[in-house]
């Protein structure tokens, strides 16, 4: 049973920076993990992806410059580095995982949110 656990979301200002992780169970090296975010009322965004292997990094038009994810397979966990925050970075974020078989990323899932398992969520909120 895979599960997936975010933690570090919380209350910034403007400019902050802030960094979520994502701890995972029941996962191997035939998944690869990935970011979204979602605004009440509005559809959830691809934010960013990451291989296994960790050699393909995928990232959304609004992470572009500003976020990186990485992994450390070891602890089982994926990060999100969010740097330069404004407001409009306000939302739920929550981590995924594709079960791509040899842990590529599958970007079209991604992009058309796909995914096999999800996370319950961790609010981050940009004060202006």
């Known amino acids: 049973q895979v599960q997936l656990v975010e933690s570090g979301g919380g209350l910034v200002q403007t400019w902050d920076s802030l960094r979520l992780s994502c701890t995972a169970s029941?996962?191997?090296?035939?998944?690869?993990m990935g970011w979204f975010r979602q605004v009440p009322g509005k559809e959830r965004e691809f934010v960013a992806a990451?291989?296994?292997?960790?050699?393909?990094?995928y990232y959304g038009d609004s992470a572009k410059g500003r976020f990186t994810i990485s992994r450390d397979n070891a602890k089982n966990t994926v990060y999100l580095q969010m740097n330069s925050l404004k407001p409009e970075d306000t939302a739920v974020y929550y981590c995924?995982?594709?079960?791509?078989?040899?842990?590529?990323?599958?970007?079209?899932?991604?992009?058309?949110?796909?995914?096999?398992?999800w996370g319950k969520g961790t609010l981050v909120t940009v004060s202006s």
């Open positions: 995924a995982a594709d079960n791509s078989g040899d842990g590529s990323i599958r970007l079209w899932r991604f992009y058309a949110g796909g995914m096999d398992y």
């Open positions: 990451i291989s296994w292997s960790t050699e393909s990094i």
């Open positions: 029941g996962i191997d090296s035939g998944y690869a």
